[in-house]
């Protein structure tokens, strides 16, 4: 059975949404992507209450089994910071409703594991949110291909633990993830 995967990249003016079914092998296919838009001129309780009403119909339509948000991490526009830590307190109290089991994984997570490399730049990881689900172009806007990613990093790295090590059904962009959980966890350990 595949798991089905809401992924949300969080933001006020444009809050990125996408639903992936992800099988055991790791297969990944998309079931819908969207971004919810509000206008800046919008009151802030405006805002939240339509990001509040995308994802919400997005959950109800598509009954994900888990939800990915992007962890909200330090940035020099104060103001910024904190409209995407509003919009993703929306999202995790939508998902903290029903019941759904969230993953927070920052930026670098899901670069390293989408393309292998946790530095990769926004086009390298919407080429290969394309190349993973099979599209002709990858999504746009960016918050778009940013949500898919979200969703395969959650769907893959909650299953990475089980493989053997020398399991070929991995990627190279999960075998790399993989190592690379491995070598942090020795590194915790010594």
């Known amino acids: ?5 809401l992924g949300i990249d969080p933001g006020l003016t444009r809050c990125g949404v996408g639903v992936v079914d992800v099988a055991p092998d790791r297969t990944a296919s998309l079931v819908f992507v969207g971004v919810v838009r509000t206008p800046p001129e919008l009151a802030l309780e405006r805002r939240l209450l339509a990001i509040s009403e ?32 509003q919009a993703s307190g929306v999202a995790l109290q939508l998902a903290a ?16 594991a989408i393309t292998g490399y946790g530095s990769a730049d926004k086009r390298q990881v919407a080429s290969m949110v394309a190349r993973v689900l099979h599209l002709d172009s990858p999504p746009k806007p960016a918050d778009a291909a940013d949500a898919l990613a979200l969703a395969l990093c959650h769907a893959w790295r909650g299953s ?6 020398g399991d070929t059904t ?8 993989r190592d690379a959980e491995v070598a942090s966890r020795r590194a915790v350990r010594s």
């Open 54 to 85: 995308g994802i919400s119909e997005v959950l109800e339509e598509f009954a994900p089994h888990a939800v990915a948000v992007e962890r909200v991490f330090a940035q020099h526009n104060l103001r910024t910071v904190m409209g995407t830590a």
């Open 1 to 5: 059975m595949a798991l089905r995967v």
């Open 160 to 165: 990475l633990a089980a493989p053997a090590m």
């Open 170 to 177: 991995l990627t190279p962009a999960q075998r790399l993830w």
């Open 97 to 112: 409703s029903r019941g759904l089991t969230v993953g927070l994984h920052t930026p670098s997570e899901v670069k390293a």
